[in-house]
């Protein structure tokens, strides 16, 4: 069945340090892919999306490319920052609109 | 603020207690879900509805009930709680339908401890 599988966390970076979170794919077809975020005591919120093959979501400073030939869309940021810190689901969804998520990754970013 | 409101926000209950989770939305959303999040295991969706007057089962449906009051609302049953189902549940809906069908809106969560 469709999967979505991420980097273990947790992650801990300084301030300023690059960021990637791994993400990768099962699906049959071409899902829609998202990352959402989740800070604390919050609910989720989507960050970025993609919708078919090459797209780059991008949000905040945050990038992700849907890569169809390794089944992946990795999160990337340049430059984190201590309000980054929380935790980062990555997901995709069919086209009836069932989201799958993945295990989530926790991001903590120290000054 | 419009979005999803969930209630309660916390809850203990003791094994074998039932009770209701309550959510509602006033973005006029065809679909509505109900997820549990665990962790190291993400999201896992429980039931959802995708329009007023349907429901249907999703991953991890044992254990609860649905019901889908109306447009506005989706609410979620415990009959005979377990500390298996130890979790925080989030409701979520979405519109139907375009480039729509993905605009996910998430509630804040209730965190239910079953002792």
């Known amino acids: 069945g469709n999967s979505v599988t991420q980097m273990e966390g947790p992650v801990t970076l300084s301030e300023e340090a690059f960021l990637t979170i791994n993400c990768t794919y099962t699906?049959?077809?071409?899902?829609?892919l998202f990352w959402y975020v989740q800070y604390p005591g919050e609910g989720l919120q989507l960050l970025l999306k993609?919708?078919?093959?090459?797209d780059k979501g991008s949000n905040k400073g945050f990038e992700a490319t849907y890569r169809k030939e390794t089944t992946s869309f990795h999160l990337e940021k340049g430059s984190v920052q201590v309000s980054d810190s929380a935790v980062y689901f990555c997901a995709q969804a069919s086209n009836t609109g069932k989201l799958i998520f993945g295990q989530g990754t926790t991001l903590q970013v120290k000054p | 603020n419009a979005g999803v409101t969930q209630t309660p926000k916390f809850q203990v209950l003791k094994t074998g207690q039932s009770m209701t989770l309550q959510c509602a939305q006033d973005?006029?959303?065809?679909?509505m879900y109900w997820y549990r999040q665990d962790p190291g295991m993400g999201l896992r969706l429980i039931y959802y509805?995708?329009?007023?007057?349907?429901?249907d089962k999703g991953e991890v449906p044992n254990g609860y009930n649905v019901s889908r009051l109306n447009k506005r609302e989706f609410s979620l049953r415990l009959e005979s709680a377990a500390p298996s189902q130890t979790s925080v549940y989030f409701c979520?809906?979405?519109?139907?339908?375009?480039?729509?069908?993905?605009?996910?809106?998430f509630g804040s969560g209730t965190r239910l401890t079953v002792v």
């Open positions: 993609a919708t078919k093959a090459d």
């Open positions: 979520a809906s979405n519109p139907i339908g375009g480039q729509g069908i993905y605009d996910y809106t």
């Open positions: 699906a049959t077809g071409y899902p829609s």
């Open positions: 509805s995708a329009s007023e007057g349907t429901t």
């Open positions: 973005m006029n959303h065809n679909s």
